[in-house]
């Protein structure tokens, strides 16, 4: 059973980068596509975007200008760094695996099926 | 990019109800459609995909059907564990789209 743990500080600052980092265990990190989705107090799930073992990312195209998302297989971890904060990017973030990944037909299928516990991050002076 | 329009936004329920939530999206996706449940202060967790497939572990009470445009989610009789909120959620054009969200309330 894949387990995922969120990790990084619970504080940024406006205008600084975001740094959380997922450590994958009880499975592979060199298959599926891993994912980052958060979620601010209160409100829905927002996917930020996704990264597979060899480095292949997409993002969503609202926040693509500000997002990366890398990958250390050696280490079993994928981190997310979002630049140029504001308050409005004060939410839970999870990580999660997306085991699938496929299109047929003109439509398309993909979801996650297991995420780690999410961590808080607020941006605050 | 495809809109999915999940109602109700809430739901007052009562142990033993059916419950059933509705998602609809803005054109045709097959039966590619999934829906989570997430209890307060926990990560969301999948229960359905591709519309119908019940998660390995989730209780037969959970199920989902349709396709094409229109989607429904039910839960057959409500046990007091199943009070959450409930999202649908669809792929498409690199972009993963999640519903509003009904929130289930005793």
């Known amino acids: 059973q894949v387990q995922l743990q969120e990790s990084g500080p619970g504080l940024v600052k406006p205008s600084e980068t975001l740094s959380v980092t997922c450590s994958v265990s009880?499975?592979?990190?060199?298959?599926?596509?891993w994912s980052w989705i958060r979620q601010p107090p209160g409100k829905g799930l927002e996917w930020i975007g996704y990264?597979?073992?060899?480095?292949?990312?997409k993002y969503n195209p609202s926040l693509k200008s500000r997002v990366t998302i890398s990958v250390d297989t050696s280490k079993s971890k994928f981190s997310l760094k979002l630049s140029s904060v504001t308050a409005a990017d004060t939410a839970v973030y999870y990580c999660?695996?997306?085991?699938?990944?496929?299109?047929?037909?003109?439509?398309?299928?993909?979801?996650?099926?297991?995420w780690g516990q999410g961590i808080l991050v607020t941006v605050s002076s | 990019d495809i809109q999915m329009t999940q109602s109700p936004s809430s739901l007052s329920v009562s142990v033993g109800d059916r419950v059933t939530i509705t998602c609809q999206a803005s054109q045709d996706i097959s039966n590619y459609l999934n829906w989570y449940q997430q209890k307060p202060g926990k990560a969301p967790k999948l229960l359905i995909y591709d519309a119908s497939n019940l998660e390995t572990g989730v209780p037969s009470r959970f199920s989902g059907s349709g396709s094409g445009t229109d989607f429904t989610f039910t839960i057959s009789s409500l046990q007091p564990e199943d009070i959450a909120t409930y999202y649908c959620q669809h792929y498409e054009n690199i972009l993963y789209t999640f519903g509003q969200g009904t929130k289930l309330e005793i």
């Open positions: 999660a695996r997306v085991p699938l990944l496929y299109c047929s037909g003109g439509s398309c299928q993909s979801y996650f099926d297991s």
């Open positions: 009880g499975g592979s990190i060199s298959s599926n596509y």
């Open positions: 990264i597979n073992y060899s480095g292949d990312t």
